[in-house]
């Protein structure tokens, strides 16, 4: 079967083997979980009495279409199911799930009406016959009937309340509805049921990146890709975190690797192009772009992307042609407008410039950028006060963006720290911010290429509990334990790993959730933490070198940093 993007569907043919296939990428994604034909009849070994002679030949029938919808052949698996409904004598238990696989045949031939005609067909025949719900739940997503399609897999689950692809499918559409709590239970639920299966804890990676929980995120599209090497979306979603967490160079190796599988997603050129122009490699960011319009003519991230490289080679001629075809096509991208601002203010149109920034700030009021550049153009203007107050929005946005500090250094006279303030006194040089955007960061003059968006249930504000480095083998690492205080199931804490020498953060692990404790596995370089779900992240913190001592953990424990509540160390707090 060809390859395609996002979840996997599966098959469970009258022969009894489960086969699987590749889904289809949308955005936002979602998973497309079919299952086909359950509770046939064997065909009868050996010498079959007339009688049954026809019921033998429409198991046979329907045995060849289950075989033509896994090879991917599905006109003649429509065929041959035709022929299995033609015996009149079938049971309307047997009719439901023939119905069904040929509804799938014909949902992946795109014959929406005719699909969930079949899927229908086979309830009313069969009202407790779970993957016929199922199946017209997926096509109710892809048409984006998404109510139809929830209550489709809730009665499916309903009837079956372990089938774990009904549980991701609800997912798929309770994040659609951005139910999101909602979404995070089913892709649980749906992992616990399917512990090997990948396609729930990449649901789970995408909802916590999603929340900017990236650590978070990155966990869950680990294991996703660890359990299958060749999924597609979950080295995309793992892509799109890496450069949420300024790791470009990783994310174009995970673009790299899914655009080798599916050449002919335009969304994953244009991913890739962004990182290239991220990276100052303009050839390749035009060749991205360009590839994913060639796919796609209508793609408005693709013709914003092109767009703003062509005002890098100065030809604001088509870049301006590019933008206002992307506006065309989606009157609320606010960096079409953004990047239309910036060619107006080139070619002198201060009007015009000024209008398209006050849009783009209109649709994304977190534009740090737009702030910043249009604060530029009024203090060149002498609009002095409105330039400050742009700068000073700009750093709030983003109080970690150079440009935006020094600026408002420049023009106010006043330190940009003094914008946005630690939420309360520091512990061991930490202090906690919270920017504009709602998240909050720790940070230390001591380590200043080091902030650290810290991830916390809902808005639940965070506070540092103890900064604890490492010493001996370890000495580099630092374990940075903070809490956060939530309206329900809590309280939680989580620890920061992070690796001071290379102004790293490793990741971000729950600690502790209400009466819940990860645990922490320690050796000489490595540490293991399982969270309260059993998902194990293993961490390798240094290269393994033969360390000559009685008790190479005795560090932990003799304090060293212990922060308010001091002492204790590691021992202290992790394997109590």
């Known amino acids: 079967m060809h390859h395609r993007l996002e979840g996997r569907w599966f098959f469970q043919c009258v022969t009894g083997m489960r086969y699987s296939g590749k889904g289809t990428f949308t955005a936002p994604p979602r998973f497309t979980h ?27 029938k329907s045995q060849e279409g289950s075989s033509a919808l896994l090879r991917g052949r599905y006109d003649l698996a429509i065929a041959a199911f035709d022929e299995a409904l ?32 079949d899927f229908t067909k086979a309830v009313s025949l069969n009202p407790d016959y779970a993957p016929a719900y199922n199946n017209r739940g997926n096509v109710y997503l892809e048409l984006n009937r998404t ?37 995070e239970n089913d892709f649980r639920k749906a992992a616990e049921l399917m512990p090997a299966n990948a396609v729930p804890l990449n649901g789970r990676g995408k909802i916590a990146s999603g929340l900017g929980h990236y650590y978070t995120g990155l966990r869950y599209l680990n294991r996703a890709i660890a359990l299958n090497g060749q999924y597609t979306s979950a080295y995309q979603n793992r892509a799109k975190v890496y450069v949420s967490l300024n790791r470009n160079e990783d994310a174009s190796q995970d673009l790299d690797k899914v655009i080798a599988l599916v050449p002919d997603s335009a969304e994953l050129y244009v991913a890739r192009g962004r990182i290239n122009a991220l990276n100052k490699h303009p050839q390749q960011a035009f060749r991205d772009f360009g590839k994913a319009l060639e796919l796609s003519p209508d793609n408005v991230p693709a013709l914003i992307g092109r767009a703003s490289q062509y005002i890098d080679y100065r030809r604001q001629d088509v870049a301006f042609e590019d933008l206002n075809r992307a506006i065309s096509l989606d009157p609320n991208a606010a960096q079409a407008y953004f990047w239309r601002a910036v060619v107006r203010h080139s070619q002198n149109d201060i009007e015009g410039a000024e209008a398209d920034f006050n849009k783009a700030i209109e649709l994304d009021p977190n534009y740090s950028e737009a702030y910043r550049v249009r604060g530029n153009m009024r203090d060149h203007a002498g609009r002095r006060d409105e330039a ?8 709030e946005c983003d109080p970690f963006s150079k440009e935006a500090r020094e600026i408002y250094r420049a023009a106010s006279g006043d330190t940009p720290d003094s914008v946005v303030k630690p939420l309360a006194a520091a512990v061991d040089g930490w202090e906690v911010i919270r920017i504009a955007s709602g998240q909050y960061y720790a940070l230390n003059e001591h380590y200043p290429k080091l902030p650290i968006q810290l991830e916390v249930p809902g808005d639940a504000p965070a506070e540092i509990v103890e900064w604890t480095p490492l010493k001996d083998s370890l000495a580099g690492i630092g374990l940075l334990r903070y809490r956060a205080e939530a309206k329900k199931g809590g309280p939680y804490e989580y620890v920061a790993i992070l690796d001071i020498s290379r102004a790293q953060v490793l990741g971000i692990e729950p600690y502790i959730a209400g009466s819940a404790k990860s645990k922490w596995a320690w050796t000489q370089t490595t540490v293991t933490v399982t969270d309260m779900d059993g998902l194990a992240s293993l961490y390798e913190l240094r290269k393994p070198v033969p360390v000559q001592r009685d008790d190479p953990f005795a560090f932990f424990g003799r304090g060293g940093g212990g922060g308010r509540g001091g002492g204790g160390g590691a021992f202290g707090w992790f394997f109590r």
């Open 34 to 60: 079919l299952f086909v034909a359950l509770a046939m009849l064997q065909a009868a070994i050996g010498f079959a009495p007339p009688a049954y002679a026809a019921i033998d030949r429409s198991i046979l």
């Open 86 to 117: 033609r015996n009149a004598s079938l049971s309307p238990t047997r009719q439901a799930p023939i119905l069904s696989d040929r509804g799938v045949a014909k949902w992946r031939l795109r014959q929406f009406d005719a699909a969930v005609a």
């Open 388 to 395: 400050i107050a742009d700068f000073r929005r700009a750093l």
């Open 147 to 183: 109510e139809e399609a929830y209550r489709d897999f809730d009665k499916a689950i309903a009837l079956s309340p372990s089938f774990g692809p009904a549980y991701s499918n609800r997912a798929n559409a309770n994040q659609k509805l951005m139910r999101l709590e909602a979404a």
